[in-house]
């Protein structure tokens, strides 16, 4: 289930060890000539309507809603439409992505014997450790294409070999930036980022059109799921179906048998299979196994999101962030606890907290920026001045988020889907970690902002339960960085998937995608939930050991 | 040229209104965004998403021009978000919905029919008397305004070149150095 990065990388893995896969993609597919797997439809352009306004990626909020709710008080829940909906589409989160694919680093996957405990918090060791997933993150960066300097970042983990790509062309705004950081005795790099800076994999280098997060890429220069589910589909031993709705893992004795789907006209049918690999993405993947009468109690917990900590600047001279790659530098200093940071988590009560992942970043679209300013004869001027998207700049922290029992997804009691089926129900709330370390290094970016002669500043969050639903800042996390929804671990009291991924209580259930995280890190959780699925599947096939470097 | 949902004294309400919402949305022809949107499902495919990969404004076939067939989900959620749900139960499986259309019109009558020979302080009174309104046809006005011109709006590219916006730059793309300079 789901045709996206984890179930692409799956479904490759799978059909070349010889086995027959049938993907199953709720969406429609944009993507491939299903005829012929090696034709592309042609159907991603530059086109800010169409991705940005009219769901052309799925999932229509009318079709497939979920609600949302902070938590019980809400009643059965306070919002219903849009909630953090990510591409429900051939190739799924991996189309609208703007592709930074960085690594976890090693303290990731223990940072509850690391830092130590949280009160109110579910922090829990991963049950593998960086070394046993090194392999599979090499595989999974050469699998996408990954452009990146393996030694620029001072804080990255350790590897086993140089990208497969150099990286891209800096944004001007990024070359700001990353110079005022670095005068603060920060360390900016190149951002790793899925999208060819060379021509790689059959596919052109990237040219730097600017419509990349959110969008599909016309050339596909990105590294979206394209080569796996290519590769998957031209060993004939693979059968992609779009716009079918899983909506039952069927269940006999302990053992999946197969599952029932609602195909595009509407009508039910039932696949038998040995395996069922599920890769709906956080939100969906409890969804199905909620849906599938599965009774673990904690499928759907420690719900994770990214919490965004957003601080820009107002310049004075223009920096056209709609030219480049999106995002082409980060820095990763605010991953690790300073000094200055643990007295500002004492003074939070917190015995710890850290940030995440900063892109440098800029605001490139115009509808978005119109519609920001108010209307009259002032917009014209606005909107040539342009002081929200030509002469700002900033960052986006992606902040860790800690997993929290009572952060979950389970069914909504009264909305259903177009089909009939109840919707994700999403209930979160902030934890006081993820406030306070916001708050702290809000103010060591603003710090950064004035270095680069910043007319003003402003920071924001995402989520900020103090907004109303509907705008961009509002309760609901903007962050489309989803996980934990179906914890990994050895022990099936405290996880619902084995450390390969495989439903403690069935076991010919695999997960491949982010539900499996047990902490979210401060980096996004692509190129770990990639490596993980090719673990996983793998594993499934007979073997662990990754193919050697062609 | 006949609209292809406004009749010809509420497609002039809606041109002046935007006019004041955005000056020189007339010119960009805004309203004609809004009409395409309102009036998507009388062209077969419907005019909800244009084509790709390229528009050929920058090299490439002209594949904007050619609007993507919808599915049958397709057009059940787009007929319902335009048309309204209307007492059709496929409609309607998570209660009524007003349409696009319908809240247009209603705007319309708000605004009343007088309103283009209105001085432009009476227009501005009036929409803003419409909060509802008004921002349901600002948000429209700048997607009219700053969208590919195959929507109807941004025409001949005039709202782009009001901003120094390229638009759509595929297959050229920007050069390194583009990227990188100032």
Redesign the interface.
């Known amino acids: 289930m789901g045709s996206g990065p984890g179930g692409s990388a799956a479904a490759d893995v799978l059909t070349a060890a010889g086995w027959s896969v049938v993907i199953f993609e709720k969406g429609?597919n944009?993507l491939l000539d299903l005829a012929d797997p090696s034709r592309l439809k042609?159907?991603?352009?530059?086109?800010?309507?169409?991705f940005t306004?009219?769901?052309?990626l799925g999932p229509?909020p009318?079709?497939e809603?979920r609600t949302f709710r902070r938590n019980q008080s809400d009643g059965d829940h306070a919002f219903?439409g849009d909630v953090n909906n990510v591409p429900s589409t051939v190739g799924g989160g991996g189309v609208h992505a703007d592709g930074k694919l960085p690594r976890f680093r090693e303290d990731d996957f223990h940072m509850h014997s690391e830092h130590g405990p949280i009160d109110a918090a579910a922090l829990a060791d991963w049950p593998l450790t960086y070394d046993d997933l090194e392999p599979f993150y090499a595989e999974a960066e050469r699998l996408v294409g990954v452009a990146g300097d393996a030694g620029a970042n001072p804080f990255a983990a350790p590897r086993s070999g140089p990208y497969p790509m150099p990286p891209?062309?800096?944004?001007?705004g990024a070359?700001l930036s990353a110079g005022a950081a670095q005068r603060l005795g920060y360390h900016p790099y190149p951002a790793p980022t899925g999208a060819n800076s060379v021509p790689y994999g059959g596919r052109p280098a990237?040219?730097?059109?600017?419509?990349c997060a959110f969008y599909g890429c016309?050339?596909h220069a990105k590294g979206d799921p394209l080569a796996p589910l290519q590769r998957a589909l031209l060993t004939g031993r693979a059968e992609l179906r779009p716009?079918t709705f899983v909506s039952k893992i069927n269940v006999n004795n302990g053992m999946a048998t197969g599952v029932d789907y609602v195909d595009?006209?509407g009508a039910t049918h039932t696949e038998t299979a040995r395996h069922v690999v599920l890769a709906a993405g956080a939100v969906e993947t409890p969804r199905l196994l909620l849906l599938s009468g599965l009774e673990h109690p904690l499928i759907g917990r420690h719900l994770m999101f990214h919490f965004q900590t957003l601080a820009m600047a107002g310049l004075r001279?223009?920096?056209?962030p709609?030219?480049?790659r999106s995002v082409t530098h980060v820095h990763d200093d605010h991953l690790v606890p300073d000094e200055r940071s643990q007295r500002a988590a004492h003074d939070a009560g917190l015995p710890w907290f850290r940030g995440g992942m900063v892109e440098h970043c800029g605001a490139s679209a115009?509808?978005q920026e119109?519609?920001l300013y108010p209307?009259?004869?002032a917009?014209?001027r606005s909107?040539?001045e342009?002081p929200l998207r030509e002469r700002m700049w900033g960052f986006t922290m992606q902040g860790e988020d800690l997993p929290q029992w009572t952060n979950r997804v389970d069914l909504d009691p009264t909305?259903?889907?177009?089909r009939?089926f109840p919707v994700a129900r999403i209930t979160y709330d902030s934890h006081r970690f993820e406030l306070a370390a916001s708050a702290h290094y809000g103010e060591r970016l603003t710090e950064i902002l004035h270095g680069m002669d910043a007319e003003w500043t402003v920071t924001t969050t995402s989520p900020d339960a103090s907004f109303p639903y509907g705008d961009f800042i509002s309760p609901i996390p903007q962050s489309k960085h989803v996980m934990g929804t179906a914890r990994m671990g050895a022990d099936p009291s405290t996880s619902v998937v084995d450390p390969y991924g495989r439903l403690h209580d069935v076991p010919n259930i695999v997960v491949a995608d982010s539900s499996v995280f047990v902490t979210s890190s401060g980096y996004g959780p692509t190129l770990t939930l990639v490596a993980l699925a090719l673990r996983a599947a793998r594993a499934l096939a007979g073997g662990e050991t990754p193919p050697a470097i062609e | 040229m006949p609209h292809l949902f406004f009749a010809d004294d509420d497609y002039a309400v809606i041109e002046a209104a935007c006019e004041r919402l955005i000056p020189g949305a007339t010119d960009a022809g805004v309203a004609d965004y809004i009409d395409g949107l309102l009036g998507a499902f009388s062209t077969e495919p419907p005019r909800i998403w244009a084509g790709g990969p390229f528009s050929g404004r920058h090299g490439g076939d002209a594949g904007f021009a050619s609007f993507i067939p919808l599915t049958r989900m397709d057009e059940l959620a787009w007929r319902t978000r335009i048309e309204g749900s209307g007492g059709i139960p496929e409609r309607e499986f998570n209660g009524p919905v007003v349409g696009l259309q319908e809240r247009y019109c209603e705007g319309i009558a708000a605004l009343r029919g007088d309103f283009t020979t209105r001085d432009p302080d009476e227009q501005d009174a009036r929409l803003h008397s419409h909060p509802d309104f008004t921002a349901l046809l600002y948000e429209h006005a700048c997607e009219g305004m700053y969208g590919a011109p195959e929507y109807g709006g941004n025409r001949s590219s005039s709202g782009w070149r009001a901003i120094d916006f390229e638009g759509d730059v595929q297959p050229l793309g920007y050069t390194d150095a583009e990227v990188s300079r100032p």
């Open positions: 429609r944009h042609g159907d991603y352009s530059n086109d800010e309507i169409k306004v009219r769901h052309f229509d009318f079709l809603p219903v891209g062309a800096p944004m001007y070359t990237c040219n730097n059109c600017g419509f016309p050339i716009e595009t006209h001279e223009r920096v056209h709609h030219r480049g115009p509808i119109a519609k209307w009259g004869n917009h014209a909107m040539r342009s909305v259903r889907d177009v009939g």
